[in-house]
């Protein structure tokens, strides 16, 4: 389709996290909206935003002339990721298990990852020879999942950081997650060429070349990491600490692997037949965690091998998929959307704006349709991508957005902060502060106006001490229990009635928690006691000398 508008006002990427948007233009351009605590927006604050707005990279090398032009973007939970076409990554947002691959806390602005600039450098070749035939190794491909970041490089190579699954140092046998800030190369894949991979919250799936290069169908695919759910696709819950490949998938199978998707548990694939037939027709496998019916199989139960999706329209061809915590999303080339999962496939947790009719997990794929009843599918289809409890579909050939599910903290970028069940227009492109000048010159400022700017004002200042309220309780969370306070956490009493127990709630909290966490729990709580019996021990004291001192004083007297 031929559109007279500039790159500019293209979509040719998305990346959804936890809350928030990432979007990714045809000249080159970042744009974010949707929560932004920890700094996941890159705008330098943890203000949220309900419109998408531009991330700034300052590069002092290039002037603005010379400004850089982005190729990709990747999100984890709390944590963004952008590739420059120049090979350098640029990483913002939560940063305790060293995601961003750089020292220190979190940051509301892109920081540059300084490794992957000296790996592009000529000097960092071994073989001085090489690099007249060969051109310096630089990055190529961004991802993000949970909390740890990859990429890979064009030579094929892959790289992990952050909260990765490594061999742990002592004699102790088993599976353990490592926090590294430095990217360290995968050699299992030494000989061979990574082509796409994909990482849920503690594993990872990749798609390699069987041979040294990628000749086309001929991917192999691998999986590595937690495997509790089943969600490696190995047929069984054995963790791995070192990539191994999907039976399914190798490299007899009749099947090409050609898209992979992971959630917080579980994982999807998109095949095609190695052997073109007439129509060229698609299947969609997932395994792993299955209690919210996120794996589409019809049932709640967990899968650890692939399955194919079957409830999905025959003889259609899948372009995209993705996973968001709890839930599953495919779009056709011919702008078909289905999604399945917790609570309708929209991912939301139980909500009481639901009606009873409405309540309840999609276990099989669900038909999502675009507004217009005339024409249910999305004209144009590019890509789809699910947050952990919203979606984000690009149609019209890069030039409309869509989202839907939950709209707290503008997630969806339509700005309001109010779940939708069904897709609703992202703003874009967004206006532009020119236009906005131009547009109050040209209209008028009204008494309307004025209103709507004090109800703005007021409506930042009650998010501001939302923002604010949401990071202290983020900060207690996370020292008690070791990790980032999340919308599941809040009680389900709480969520529902209002109401909130808190010794019922922390009894059900202590009868689910495994031994880990418990020992962890018990950890905290002696060190607070100590705490207290300690400075309960300092105010005896000095009660006691101060009686003793008032008691000798008045014997003097």
Not at 389 to 396: F, G, M, P
Not at 493 to 514: C, I
């Amino acid at each position: 389709m031929d559109y007279a508008v500039p790159l500019s006002r293209k979509v040719i990427a998305v990346a959804a996290g936890e809350a928030h948007t990432l979007a990714l233009t045809g000249d080159g351009c970042v744009f974010s909206w949707g929560r932004g605590m920890f700094g996941r927006l890159g705008t330098g604050s943890e203000a949220d935003e309900l419109f998408p707005v531009r991330v700034n990279f300052d590069c002092p090398s290039r002037s603005k002339e010379e400004r850089l032009k982005f190729v990709g973007v990747a999100a984890g939970a709390y944590h963004s990721l952008a590739l420059a076409d120049d090979g350098s990554v640029w990483c913002w947002g939560y940063n305790i298990y060293g995601q961003l691959g750089v020292s220190g806390e979190n940051s509301a602005v892109p920081c540059l990852l300084e490794q992957f600039v000296e790996l592009a450098s000529p000097d960092s070749v071994t073989d001085k020879s090489e690099t007249k035939s060969k051109a310096p190794p630089k990055v190529c491909s961004v991802k993000a999942g949970g909390m740890m970041s990859l990429a890979i490089d064009n030579l094929g190579a892959l790289w992990m950081w952050g909260n990765c699954p490594q061999q742990s140092s002592s004699d102790e046998a088993g599976f353990f997650l490592v926090s590294t800030v430095t990217p360290k190369h995968v050699w299992d894949f030494h000989g061979h060429t990574v082509v796409k991979v994909a990482c849920g919250n503690e594993h990872a799936v990749a798609l390699v070349s069987a041979g040294e290069t990628y000749k086309g169908d001929d991917l192999v695919c691998y999986s590595w990491g937690n495997n509790k759910h089943g969600q490696l696709g190995l047929g069984d819950r054995e963790s791995r600490l070192h990539p191994e490949i999907i039976k399914t998938f190798n490299e007899d199978s009749p099947w090409a692997v050609y898209e992979v998707a992971c959630g917080a548990f579980h994982t999807a694939l998109l095949t095609h037949k190695k052997r073109v037939s007439d129509t060229l027709e698609s299947v969609c496998w997932t395994f792993g965690l299955g209690d919210n019916g996120q794996l589409g199989h019809g049932t709640t139960q967990s899968a650890v091998s692939p399955e194919p999706v079957k409830e999905l329209q025959q003889y259609v061809y899948l372009i995209s998929v993705d996973c968001g915590l709890f839930h599953t999303s495919v779009v056709s080339s011919a702008g078909e959307v289905w999604s399945w999962g917790m609570v309708k496939g929209l991912g939301l947790f139980p909500d009481a704006s639901f009606a009873v009719a409405d309540s309840g997990d999609a276990v099989s794929p669900l038909l999502i349709s675009c507004s217009r009843p005339q024409w249910p599918k999305f004209q144009d289809p590019v890509q789809v991508a699910c947050g952990a409890a919203h979606t984000v579909l690009v149609a019209h050939d890069g030039y409309k957005l869509w989202s839907w599910g939950r709209g707290r903290s503008g997630v969806l970028g339509n700005g309001k902060t109010v779940d939708c069940f069904s897709p609703t227009v992202v703003l874009w492109p967004p206006l532009t502060e020119d236009f906005r000048q131009e547009e109050l010159k040209t209209s008028g400022v009204t008494e309307i106006d004025k209103r709507l700017s004090l109800a703005m004002e007021e409506m930042n200042l009650l998010q501001s001490k939302l923002s604010l309220m949401e990071r202290y309780a983020g900060i207690l969370h996370g020292s008690i229990f070791g990790k980032p306070f999340e919308e599941q956490d809040i009680p389900a009493s709480l969520q529902r009635f209002g109401t909130f127990d808190v010794a019922k709630e922390w009894e059900n909290m202590l009868e689910a928690a495994d031994r880990g966490k418990l020992i962890g729990l018990e950890m905290f709580y002696q060190n607070i006691l100590a705490g207290v019996k300690d400075k309960l021990m300092k105010r005896r004291i000095q009660e006691i000398v101060k009686e003793c001192l008032h008691s000798s004083s008045m014997g003097r007297q």
